[in-house]
């Protein structure tokens, strides 16, 4: 089997107004979709963060692509390797490494062209299956209603996603409750995780304290600020949350500082912003950063990568879940298969999903049911592309103008003068 062809089509998916601690998301969130074709006529999709950056290193490896074998993954990436740049990943909560966004779009298709080409599930190219349901958290979001501009909502009912914790209401934790308890009734999830980092750190707190107080201890909770925090911010929230969150995820800026927030309070400490690729994993035996890694298939460059980090989580004594950002069904396929093949990945896993409310491009979107999806078991990723869709949401990335993620751009049109800091409180 060769590559005959590739196909690299930028999309647009609307989102919500959510607040994060780099602003405001903006009425579109970008993914960049990435057909393989075989000479035998089979795709493999993949999909992956949009970002012109992005696209046009994809755009670069194209022409090397062509004519390989996807089964030879190694040697393609042994030759695409000398040409990538090494880049870093940013000081926003979203990594924007342009090499390993390219090794997960490549990996993640060619994977689901190889399980086409030979009948069996993504999953058993990975070792086989350990679970058949993957767990999935509430993902919890500050909000605001009617932000947006042309595009967007609280206008459009059909995308204004959850009883919204409006910009006031958020303040006043029962909004981000009423939030938890819509997701929680309407997808059946067992753990909750709050984004932080975009109020004082009183206020989440508070809001993960009326957490506890409406779900109890049997419903884990998880904060997530971004790492917006000083240290002595993150220590005196941490000590009103021991024995409520099952953890604390990257509330300081960088290993150093992870490890002297963990070794001040008695909650495991959780990544994907100091520890995001293997050349941190030294550090993070240095500093003690975290006692639990995110994975990202987007981030660590693809499925092998992944489980090669699992099984740095397993000797090293990491726990290991597993990240999101705005996302479509391939990448939620992707992440079910990933989570499946995985023995210690044993907490649930973050999705973005129910945010994009319905908007995919998959003939049947997963479901997810009693806080789980169900590992697709038809050949591939085991779901079908609905090219009407996939051309809809490339002709919303054209009409909306946006090229790259800027969430302060966006929190600027509705706080002029506002501007993103690394470290705020
Ligand atoms: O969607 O605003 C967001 C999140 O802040 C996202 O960009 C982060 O990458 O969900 C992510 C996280 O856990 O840090
Ligand atoms: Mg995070």
């Not at 060769?2 to 602003?23: F, W």
């Not at 973005?352 to 491009?361: F, R």
Request: glycine share 10%; charged share 20%.
């Amino acid at each position: 089997m060769r590559i005959r062809d590739i196909h690299i089509s930028p999309v647009a998916v609307p989102d919500p107004p959510l607040l994060n601690a780099a602003g405001l998301h903006a009425p579109y969130a970008l993914r960049l979709i990435i057909e393989i074709v075989s000479d035998d006529g089979i795709s493999g999709w993949g999909e992956i963060p949009g970002s012109e950056a992005t696209r046009a290193a994809l755009e670069q490896v194209r022409g090397h692509l062509i004519g390989r074998d996807p089964w030879g993954l190694n040697a393609i990436f042994a030759e695409l390797e000398t040409l990538a740049n090494p880049d870093d990943r940013g000081a926003t909560p979203w990594d924007q490494r342009a090499w390993v966004h390219v090794q997960s779009a490549i990996e993640v298709a060619c994977y689901d062209l190889m399980g086409k080409s030979v009948g069996r599930p993504v999953v058993d190219l990975l070792g086989g299956a350990v679970r058949e349901r993957v767990p999935f958290a509430a993902y919890l979001f500050y909000k605001y209603e009617g932000a947006g501009g042309e595009f967007g909502f609280g206008r459009d009912e059909a995308a204004s996603g959850w009883a919204a914790a409006r910009q006031e209401a958020a303040l006043d934790p029962a909004g981000i409750v009423a939030q938890a308890q819509a997701m929680i009734e309407r997808y059946g999830f067992k753990s909750i995780k709050l984004k932080g980092g975009a109020f004082e750190p009183q206020v989440e707190v508070d809001s993960i304290l009326a957490l506890r107080e409406a779900f109890g201890p049997d419903v884990p909770l998880r904060l997530d600020p971004n790492a917006i925090w000083r240290v002595d911010t993150a220590i005196a929230a941490g000590e009103q949350l021991e024995g409520v969150l099952e953890y604390y995820e990257d509330p300081v800026r960088g290993q150093e500082n992870m490890g002297s927030v963990a070794r001040a309070l008695d909650i495991p400490l959780a990544t994907n912003m100091c520890t995001t690729s293997f050349d941190d994993l030294p550090g993070s035996i240095a500093h003690q950063s975290e006692a639990i890694i995110l994975s990202d298939h987007h981030f660590w460059g693809g499925f092998r990568a992944s489980l090669d980090l699992a099984r740095f989580c397993a000797v090293f004594g990491r726990g290991m879940s597993m990240h999101s950002n705005s996302h479509l069904g391939i990448s939620l396929a992707a992440m079910v298969h990933l989570a499946a093949a995985v023995p210690n990945l044993t907490y649930d896993c973050d999705t973005h999903y129910p945010w994009q409310d319905g908007h995919d491009l998959l003939v049947e979107p997963l479901q997810i049911e009693d806080g789980a999806v169900e590992l697709p078991r038809a050949p591939g990723l085991g779901i079908e592309v609905d090219r009407d869709k996939l051309a809809q949401l490339g002709a919303n990335y054209l009409a909306c103008g946006l090229t790259e993620r800027d969430d302060e751009t966006e929190m600027a049109k509705v706080q002029p003068g506002w501007t993103f800091q690394a470290t705020r409180w």
